[in-house]
Structure formats: C-alpha cells, structure tokens
C-alpha cells in the first residue's frame, strides 16, 4: 500500500523524524492507512497481502518509508498479521506501554513518523524470542532485486553527473 505519490515526506533514504498533524495526515494517507497508523486501529486479521509473503526485501512504513524489517526476520506465527521477530535497527521502531482493550502490550510505532503498526510480544522464534505483530496496510514491501536495480541506477546517474 504505497503512499509516496501524496505524501511528500516518504522516502527510503531520509531518516530524519517527521512531525505533522493528523490533521494534515489525514489529507496524505489513505483512510485505512489512516485509521490503523494515526488512530492505533487494526486491520482484520488475515487481511495482509504480506502474511504468507516469501518475497525477498525489505518491509517499509507506509506512512514515511522508514525501513521497519528484512524479510528474512518474518516468520509464520499462525497469529493473522505478518509477523517478524528483528527490527531492522534498534532505530526504526520506538516502544510504549499499551493497556487499552483490558490487556497490557508492548505497541510498536514507526521511529521516523511515530505512526502505530502493531505490537510485540514475547512468544516469538530464536534468536530474540520476539514477536513483532504488524498491521500489513501499514507496510509498504520492495524486492531485493528491484531496490538493487534502482541502486545500481542511481550509481549510473551519479557516474553521469561527474563527466
């Protein structure tokens, strides 16, 4: 669920921290992305095109393109949300406490834009033991292979530049 064509803020590359408005966010996102990263909604589950994904890449955030999780970090946890057990750096993810619904949680936000994508818990696989619990319309996917092409093009342009 890409939102980089009205969101002037995403990219893959910039990590400096965003801060606007729901107001303004409101006008960026789509309304599902909305709900689930700004109102700390979530999507039904088993709804994500990225629960059962053996695609290999990396996991952005919809809402920045802050890169949340490799591939290689997911896992079928059986729970209805695609489900990794590593951030991508200790970075890219911040944590609260999250006592709504009766239940005491660990929510995990975008560490760039600060948006809601889910929760972790401490039932996951080896090595960490950690199960991060996303929302899949909060994510945005890129295959190694296309973001090695578009690196690999960038460098032609830059060799360009300098002749």
Not at 17 to 23: F, T
Not at 37 to 45: D, I
Not at 133 to 159: H, M, P, S, W
Request: hydrophobic share 25%.
């Amino acid at each position: 669920m890409n939102n980089n064509s009205i969101n002037s803020d995403y990219s893959h590359t910039d990590t400096n921290k965003i801060v606007v408005s729901n107001e303004e966010w409101k006008k960026r996102l789509l309304p599902e992305v909305y709900r689930v990263a700004r109102e700390k909604g979530t999507e039904m589950p088993w709804s994500s095109e990225y629960e059962h994904s053996k695609e290999i890449g990396t996991y952005y955030c919809a809402v920045c393109g802050n890169a949340l999780f490799e591939s290689d970090t997911k896992f079928e946890s059986g729970c209805g949300w695609p489900s990794f057990y590593k951030p991508i750096s200790k970075t890219s993810i911040i944590y609260a406490p999250d006592s709504s619904h009766g239940m005491q949680r660990t929510e995990v936000m975008c560490g760039r834009c600060g948006s809601h994508l889910g929760h972790v818990f401490d039932d996951g696989p080896p090595p960490t033991g950690l199960r991060y619990c996303i929302n899949g319309v909060v994510l945005d996917f890129k295959k190694a292979k296309a973001a090695e092409a578009d690196f690999d093009l960038k460098q032609q342009e830059k060799q360009g530049d300098k002749k």
